[in-house]
């Protein structure tokens, strides 16, 4: 579902981008062409919007025509060209066929005339006037284009739509910047629980240690003890066999005394035999 929704965010913004740059595009080129003499082209091409039927039926009013800069050296009666005049006393650009060339002194000047027109154009061109050499139509386009050029046009074609396009690129970002927050609050709460686990495991090793020594100490007193009772074992029984080899000797020095006092009794009683 996530990666429907996004593939469909995408192709809406690619879509609205489009259309945004495209009706820029063109409204640009239509008023930078009303405005003033000059003529705005996109890569050599300059869209027109068809204003009669003086061309019908090759053009109607209404269709949007592309021209292409040229060398007027190369035009050739019977071309298609656009070239500055002046209609109703304003400047205008008008688009007819060229069905004469002259030249007088090395300059060529041509007559134009509408493919509906019964008379020629009364104004001949020189080559200055030429803006471009007629291409190709889009039928109907350039009721699309003139509606872009006007105000309303301009506000609801691209106006509106751009404002549109920045409140849902706000909304993404703010959605964005909420899954990011919310992300990131979760990383800090996997972060303080693993810090949470890890002082848990820090504290259960130190106090499996502190058994550990605590054992180890008891162990050692244990062993001190025992060596202690050992030591003092060791002692009494040193002393218990010193003591009765003490007695032993002195048992032994009381017979020889006796045997003695016999010795000599006998002696005397010897002595009286005789």
Known sequence: MSTVKKAASIVIS???????????????????????????????FTPLTVQSDSMAPTFDEN?????????????????????????????????????AINEVNGLNSYTTKGDNNELADQHVIADGDIVGKYVFKIPYLGKVIDFLSSTWGFLIVIVVPMLLFFIYQVYHLVIVGMNLKRAMTEEDRM???????????????????????????EAEAVLAEAKRLK????????????????????????????????????????????
């Open 191 to 217: 972060k303080q629980a693993e810090a949470i686990v890890d002082r848990e495991q820090a504290q259960s090793v130190e106090s499996e240690r502190a058994k550990a020594e605590a054992a180890r100490a």
């Open 231 to 274: 030591a003092e074992a060791e002692a009494k029984l040193a002393s218990a066999n010193s003591s009765e080899g003490t007695e032993s000797g002195s048992q032994s020095g009381g017979s020889g005394f006796a045997d003695s006092e016999s010795g000599s009794t006998d002696s005397g009683s010897g002595s009286d035999l005789k």
């Open 14 to 44: 690619v879509v609205m981008w489009i259309i945004i740059l495209i009706a820029a595009l063109f409204a640009f080129t239509t008023l930078a062409t009303k405005e003033d003499g000059s003529v705005s082209n996109l890569a050599g």
């Open 63 to 99: 269709d949007l025509i592309f021209i292409q800069q040229c060398d007027p050296s190369s035009l050739q009666v019977g071309d298609i060209v656009t070239f500055h005049a002046i209609i109703d006393n304003q400047y205008a650009l008008n688009t007819h066929r060229i069905i």
